[in-house]
């Protein structure tokens, strides 16, 4: 019975999963061919942006504090204080800022979408739209895949220029590295390909954010017990996603044999 029901699950998730993926090509065809709705748009990127901003800073500000102590002990051991802000750097550009940030983005504004969109499903707004002609496609789902690309790399910079400011003042209270030696580690460390390496993470897992909660608000049954099992898995669905590609970003960006620490130590 239990193996009935867990096959039942996965099978509705696969497709959930492929309505999912469906549903991002219609918006790459809809942000082509159709206009945007700018108010919406707007009202979305102030959900996903200004409400989100506290609680990413302070989760940035705490891993550059955790990762500089855990970092610094390490490397006064092996004589190389020195490059302990070109390390932080590195790890917030290329993985820490853009991950933990959308992982923020997945569980405060995913599960946002997908319980509001899911609720206007249960009780046929959706089906009132579309007699209204409107298409949930272009009034629901645009907007909101805007603002997270838009904004998911703002609260990414933000969040990187914290976790180095909580990393800085680890390293030179409790340390005892000098300021300026740790601002031109990072400074040496860091390419510009480092920054927009990160950038481009964020557009990736602000879209795949704003798409699967869409999508499973837009597919969501049963009543009210629908909208809460939707925003839950909705928000897993994310992270898996986020995770995943992620590895396969950073395969493709960093791929070879990295010369930031040879050419700095």
Request: with cysteine; net charge neutral.
């Amino acid at each position: 019975m239990s193996d009935a029901i867990s096959s039942s699950s996965l099978g509705q998730w696969g497709r959930r999963l492929i309505a999912a993926t469906l549903l991002g090509g219609q918006v790459l065809i809809h942000l082509i061919s159709r206009p945007i709705h700018r108010r919406n748009t707007v009202e979305q990127m102030a959900a996903v942006g200004p409400e989100s901003l506290v609680i990413a800073l302070i989760t940035a500000s705490f891993v550059g504090m955790v990762f500089t102590i855990q970092v610094t002990r390490e490397f006064i051991n092996f004589g190389a204080g020195t490059a302990v802000g070109g390390v932080l750097a590195l790890t917030l550009a290329r993985e820490l800022a853009p991950v933990l940030t959308a992982v923020v983005i997945a569980g405060r504004v995913g599960s946002a979408f997908a319980a509001e969109i899911g609720t206007m499903q249960v009780t046929e707004q959706i089906d009132a739209l579309q007699m209204l002609r409107t298409d949930p496609v272009d009034y629901l789902v645009l907007p909101r895949v805007i603002a997270c690309a838009l904004m998911l790399p703002l609260l990414n910079v933000l969040s990187f220029i914290t976790g180095m400011t909580g990393g800085l003042l680890i390293a030179t209270n409790l340390y005892g590295i000098s300021q300026t030696v740790f601002l031109d580690s990072a400074r040496n460390f860091l390419s510009t390909w480092d920054l927009i390496s990160s950038l481009v993470k964020s557009i990736v897992f602000g879209v795949l954010v704003a798409v699967i909660g869409s999508s499973w608000g837009l597919t969501t049954t049963g009543g009210a017990k629908g909208v809460g099992q939707s925003t839950t898995t909705a928000v897993v669905t994310a992270l898996l996603a986020i995770f995943i590609s992620n590895f396969f970003l950073s395969w493709l960006m960093f791929q070879g044999t990295g010369s930031a620490l040879r050419n700095n130590l």
